[in-house]
Structures are given as structure tokens and as C-alpha cells.
Nanobody, 128 residues
Framework: QVQLVESGGGLVQAGGSLRLSCAAS????????MGWFRQAPGKERECVAD????????YYADSVKGRFTISRDNAKNTVYLQMNSLKTEDTAVYYC?????????????????????WGQGTQVTVSS
């Protein structure tokens, strides 16, 4: 069965950095666009970044643009989210998600229901 396993979350001070990883198994990774979402208590799940099948196209939410970088390694079936200059408002559970995609370079799909598979989430807490 398909599994997406996130790692790398934790507690960090504001201004610090974290790198999240999501290892995928049970699917043809290169056939899927990948997204990182987050959900804070009492808020809706939001897409912070996604990346096309090829890795050539990416999308970032305005709130993280210039601070977060999404990347993928199709040889390792892994997607990453490098988070720099973290703010307290970045505190949330972060989820990776996989979306079967027809085209190699499509990114910017931000609706959670468009994604086929989800990881269990990893907590990121940014302290002031």
C-alpha cells in the first residue's frame, strides 16, 4: 500500500531552520506531484508549497515565499521542505501529500481534495 512518512519536525526558535522530509513507498513516485500542507489548531489545512513531477515547477504560498524551499529526489522517492527564518506563525502540523499528475511540469494545485495520498503529519513548533 502507499505510504508517505514525514520526518524532521520539532521545536525551534524563531529565526531558526528545519528541514522536513517525506519518504514515499508503494507508488511510482515520478508519476506524482507532491505537496506540503500545514494545519494549525482551529485553522483549515493550507498548502504551503507543491512541486511538479519533474521538479521543474514549484508553487509557494505568499506566507512562506522566500523562506521555504521545496525539492524532490525521484531516485530516493523523497520530497523535502527546507524551512528558514521560521516564525511563530509557522507553528502547525505539516503534512506531505501526493497527487497523481498527467503532466510533468504542473504545480500550484493547492486544494487538499485534489491529493490522493497523505502522510501522518509532523509537528513543527516555533517558539518566540
Amino acid at each position: 500500500q502507499v505510504q508517505l512518512v514525514e520526518s524532521g519536525g520539532g521545536l525551534v526558535q524563531a529565526g531558526g531552520s528545519l528541514r522536513l522530509s517525506c519518504a514515499a513507498s508503494g507508488l511510482t513516485f515520478s508519476s506524482y506531484a507532491m505537496g506540503w500542507f500545514r494545519q494549525a489548531p482551529g485553522k483549515e489545512r493550507e498548502c504551503v508549497a507543491d512541486i511538479s513531477r519533474s521538479g521543474g515547477s514549484t508553487y509557494y504560498a505568499d506566507s512562506v515565499k522566500g523562506r521555504f524551499t521545496i525539492s524532490r529526489d525521484n531516485a530516493k522517492n523523497t520530497v523535502y521542505l527546507q524551512m528558514n527564518s521560521l516564525k511563530t506563525e509557522d507553528t502547525a502540523v505539516y503534512y506531505c501529500a501526493a497527487r497523481r499528475a498527467q503532466y510533468l511540469n504542473t504545480a500550484g494545485v493547492t486544494t487538499p481534495s485534489r491529493y490522493d495520498y497523505w502522510g501522518q503529519g509532523t509537528q513543527v513548533t516555533v517558539s518566540s
